[in-house]
């Protein structure tokens, strides 16, 4: 479940990138933020110095802007970058950009779905799948594969709150409910 804090920062994010005229590709947006995210969880110091009252914030976007220097960050990125650190939102980080993904593919007419197999599939057969889900329903699909080896075989996909259970332990599980065991 997606925080306030974290839907109204996501939320403005997703209005600057849709906004007309703006240039941005969403898809970079994501991908500058996840770098950004990552940049930041693989040091204990530059979380606890960005999470830290005591570092003036000032201080906090000239170091962010000189670690991220070399990743080419979006202006509106940087911007918003630098408006997390402001607000001392910057331990809401990692929500607000799940949160900006969700809310992106909500405006933007897509169906998100977790997808569960036995085991690996091919391209063809992810596509396929993709396009069967997008028909039931009724917008673009996107997809997120995991594994799941007790399912024998078939597959188990969750879009939002409905899951489609094509997996034989969910046939073998149908049965033993009918038999009454």
């Known amino acids: 479940m997606l925080s306030v804090v974290a839907a109204r920062y996501a ?4 209005d600057v990138v849709l906004a007309p005229n703006s240039g941005v590709d969403s898809a970079q947006v994501i991908a500058q933020l996840r770098e950004v995210q990552a940049l930041i969880d693989s040091s204990a110091e530059l979380k606890s110095a960005l999470l830290s ?4 914030p000032a201080r906090k976007r000239a170091v962010i802007q000189s670690l991220t220097g070399s990743l080419g960050l ?3 990125v940087l911007n918003f970058l630098y408006v997390v650190i402001d607000h ?3 331990a809401d980080f990692h929500a607000i950009v799940d949160g900006f993904e969700i ?3 909500e405006r933007l007419g897509y169906v998100r779905a977790d997808v569960s197999t036995a085991k690996e599939l091919s391209d ?3 596509a396929n799948l ?3 889900i997008a028909k039931l329903a009724g917008k673009k699909a996107k997809l997120k594969f995991s594994t799941d080896p007790t399912l024998v075989a078939g597959v188990v996909a969750r879009v939002g709150s409905t899951v489609y259970d094509g997996s034989v332990r969910g046939q073998l599980e149908q049965l033993r409910t ?3 065991r």
Do not use: F, M
Not at 53 to 56: R, W, Y
């Open 11 to 14: 939320n403005a994010l997703v």
């Open 53 to 56: 009252p005591a570092v003036a």
């Open 74 to 76: 979006l202006k509106p």
């Open 88 to 90: 001392r939102r910057t």
């Open 103 to 105: 809310l992106l593919d």
């Open 124 to 126: 063809s057969q992810r």
């Open 130 to 132: 993709e396009a069967q």
């Open 178 to 180: 009918k038999l009454g």
